[in-house]
């Protein structure tokens, strides 16, 4: 009796371990699989310059890169930093951006222009620059003009105009990486303002009719760590994708996603797979409307300059 049921016990865990050995083939085949299809390519856009925050609107792409000189030198301000510039252009269907023209903020002049979002009309854009009046800095001899963001409108014949800077935004703070939910009601940005729990959190705002707009939230303590957060991006299916420094990645930046429906807070992040992510640094991730397809910075090897855009198929 004792024979037949230790074989019994023994044939079980034979068969057991023969179904787990299966079963872990099959999740290693579905995630090589789902790494497989996701196909990235580094565009003909980029070189020697930052190029990165590619993002869709209306049909036309913006990014942002290096403000440039007459000889095509990036520019730095007086801090010795770059400034950069916000660029529209169009995709063809090979996924390379092309037709480029400058978006100038003429009243200012040369001004620092990147990470933008927009209204679904195209009406309202939304971008990170500097403030214009010097911030808290503990070193005496170094101004802070801290990052905050701005609202531009879009008006036929006279092109971006009604610059404000929004309302919450404090000069002893920088603000960043604006980022419009699918509805328009509601704004992420980056922000290290008191309260953050790393060296910058991801952050909300309420937004009514592009006019009014709430307080700051913060995400919920599993979204943000004790890391750095940047570059958030809401897809339609209100998702949240971002880019973080804290550990579990594959080295440097990598992109999380994060599930704004759920009610848990516990639930935590998840890092985008290969080829999405590297052993470098990636960031400002952006999903086109049909879910496959989309642009990512990335600065990892065999790239062609610092920071490149990629553009990204089969996700």
Request: aromatic fraction near 12%; glycine fraction near 8%; hydrophobic fraction near 35%.
């Amino acid at each position: 009796m004792f024979l037949k049921l230790h074989k019994s016990i023994g044939e079980t865990s034979m068969a057991l371990r023969s179904l787990l050995i299966i079963v872990l083939c099959l999740m290693v085949t579905i995630c090589f699989s789902q790494d497989i299809k996701i196909k990235i390519k580094n565009i003909k856009l980029n070189n020697k310059l930052d190029h990165f925050s590619a993002m869709m609107n209306n049909g036309n792409v913006y990014f942002s890169q290096n403000l440039t000189n007459k000889r095509g030198k990036p520019i730095k301000n007086g801090s010795k930093t770059f400034i950069y510039s916000l660029i529209k252009a169009n995709l063809d269907k090979q996924g390379e951006i092309i037709n480029m023209e400058s978006i100038k903020k003429t009243k200012l002049g040369m001004v620092n222009m990147s990470v933008s979002t927009f209204s679904k009309d195209g009406k309202y854009m939304y971008f990170t620059t500097n403030s214009v009046a010097v911030g808290v800095n503990k070193r005496k001899d170094f101004k802070t003009f801290n990052l905050q963001i701005q609202r531009a409108e879009y008006i036929e014949g006279k092109g971006w105009t009604n610059f404000i800077k929004l309302p919450f935004c404090n000069n002893n703070y920088s603000y960043a990486h604006p980022a419009l939910s699918p509805d328009g009601n509601t704004l992420y940005f980056v922000s290290n303002i008191k309260g953050t729990k790393g060296r910058t959190d991801i952050y909300k705002v309420s937004v009514s009719g592009h006019q009014n707009y709430g307080e700051p939230v913060r995400l919920s303590r599993t979204l943000n760590s004790y890391s750095t957060e940047l570059y958030p991006f809401v897809s339609n299916d209100n998702k949240i994708y971002f880019s973080s420094n804290r550990r579990g990645g594959f080295g440097g930046y990598d992109i999380y996603s994060y599930d704004l429906n759920t009610a848990d807070e516990t639930i935590i992040p998840e890092v985008l797979p290969k080829p999405i992510n590297s052993i470098g640094e990636d960031f400002s991730f952006f999903l086109m409307d049909d879910g496959k397809r989309g642009f990512l910075t990335s600065r990892r090897t065999k790239g062609k300059g610092n920071d490149d855009i990629y553009y990204f198929t089969g996700f």
